[in-house]
């Protein structure tokens, strides 16, 4: 598609008619690329690629934009456990599927998540057609998710340097409830679930260093200051390999000929299972406590 595709990269997989056809399509070419399979008309007057975000796409054919947590994992941020759909409208915006909360179809599964509808969207506030800006997409999520989902995305935000924390603060310096918020988030976190675990043991006295280089393991999710303990939380989709399966044993091995105590959580374990992940975790900081320390 030449000009065509490049403008929908441009756009993260989704241009308006506008933007195609200043690249040179015209209504026909769109008509048969969309017959050919080629491009999805997500609503009217936007189309996308089919390996867009479905997400996206049934933000658009409910006439609006991701917004909050669900456009905070489109811009590579944590996007939350079971989160809803969220969208955001325009005010006056008249979509009778939108207003019933009817999940479009395509994409989407009857049986997924529930939608959440904002009626308070700003359209001039990026060019993206099918969700908020970044700035946008933070603030809304402070203002609509739970404390502990919020400092979990603000956390993987900052770690990725997409944002800094005097710039959060700034957005929020009229609600002193949000500028507590932030000020609970921290770079180090590379997932929602290490933010998680961090913010659930901290409040227990537990000091935690973030991503501590360690001679001959590498960079550790976790070490507990004044003891041992190594804690690593690992997602299945970066750690099912073979060869990262390895690693990771061959990490633990080089841990333990230190004298560390090496721990290692899936993310599903700290989501489901975490009195026992928690118990794990203080039993070996007191067990450690009879242990030499170790300083590398």
Request: glycine share 10%; hydrophobic share 45%; charged share 25%.
């Amino acid at each position: 598609m030449g000009p065509i595709q490049k403008a929908l990269w441009a756009g993260g997989g989704f241009a308006t008619s506008r933007q195609l056809r200043a690249a040179g399509a015209t209504f026909a070419v769109l008509r048969e690329l969309v017959e050919t399979g080629r491009l999805v008309r997500a609503r009217q007057g936007v189309y996308a690629l089919p390996a867009a975000p479905e997400a996206g796409v049934a933000a658009l054919r409910l006439g609006g934009r991701l917004a909050g947590i669900s456009a905070a994992e489109t811009f590579g941020l944590w996007g939350g456990w079971d989160e809803p759909l969220t969208v955001c409208l325009r005010a006056n915006s008249s979509s009778a599927r939108a207003r019933r909360g009817e999940r479009p179809e395509p994409p989407g599964d009857p049986a997924g998540p529930p939608i959440s509808l904002h009626w308070s969207d700003d359209p001039h506030d990026t060019d993206w057609c099918w969700r908020v800006s970044l700035d946008r997409c933070l603030a809304q999520t402070l203002r609509w998710c739970r404390e502990e989902t919020a400092v979990a995305v603000l956390d993987t935000a900052l770690t990725l340097g997409v944002v800094d924390r005097a710039s959060l603060l700034a957005r929020v310096e009229h609600s002193p409830r949000l500028m507590s918020v932030v000020m609970l988030a921290r770079a180090g976190s590379g997932s929602g679930p290490e933010s998680i675990l961090r913010q659930r043991l901290a409040p227990m006295g537990l000091v935690l260093a973030q991503q501590v280089p360690i001679d001959g393991v590498g960079l550790v999710d976790f070490r507990i200051v004044g003891t041992p303990v190594l804690v690593e939380v690992d997602g299945y989709r970066f750690h099912s390999s073979p060869e990262r399966f390895a690693d990771d044993r061959r990490r633990d091995a080089e841990a333990r000929a230190r004298g560390f105590v090496p721990m290692r959580f899936t993310a599903l374990q700290v989501r489901d299972r975490w009195p026992w992940v928690e118990s794990m975790v203080l039993r070996a900081v007191a067990v450690s406590a009879h242990a030499p320390v170790v300083v590398p």
